[in-house]
């Protein structure tokens, strides 16, 4: 559909991979086409959380676990709230609690090397003009 196509297109210039709220879509032809995205597996829309009464509080965590040959791998930092409090627990003993043990380690990530110097000043959001870039790819 010529909607979703125009959905599809402005959802990757402004947004990315990043969450966003129909609302903010600019035209309503994008917003028409949202379903049909959702329906062929290009988008995944968030539940909305709510509770029984309108004044309760929400809180959704979430965490990136990596299943590696060696056991599962935490890759974000453990979230301690402790204004937060659930009837909701992960069982202990568990392979989901031991990952999500706030005593895991968390492997930084290493700068890559090799990367091209840009010479003059890089602006954000423009194509740089008169710049080379040079590489070395022996």
Known sequence: MKAS???FN???ERFSVF???IRSLRSTLSRLGVPELVNRGLLTPY?????????EPVAHFKATILLTPQGPLRI???QSMPFVHSKYTVVEGTTAAAALAPQNEVRAVKEPKGLPDIAGEVVFGRKPVDVEVTMDLS
């Open 5 to 7: 196509r125009a959905a």
């Open 19 to 21: 969450p966003f709220s």
């Open 76 to 78: 974000t930092l453990p």
């Open 10 to 12: 402005e959802i990757g």
């Open 47 to 55: 539940a909305t959380l709510r509770t029984p009464r309108p004044t």
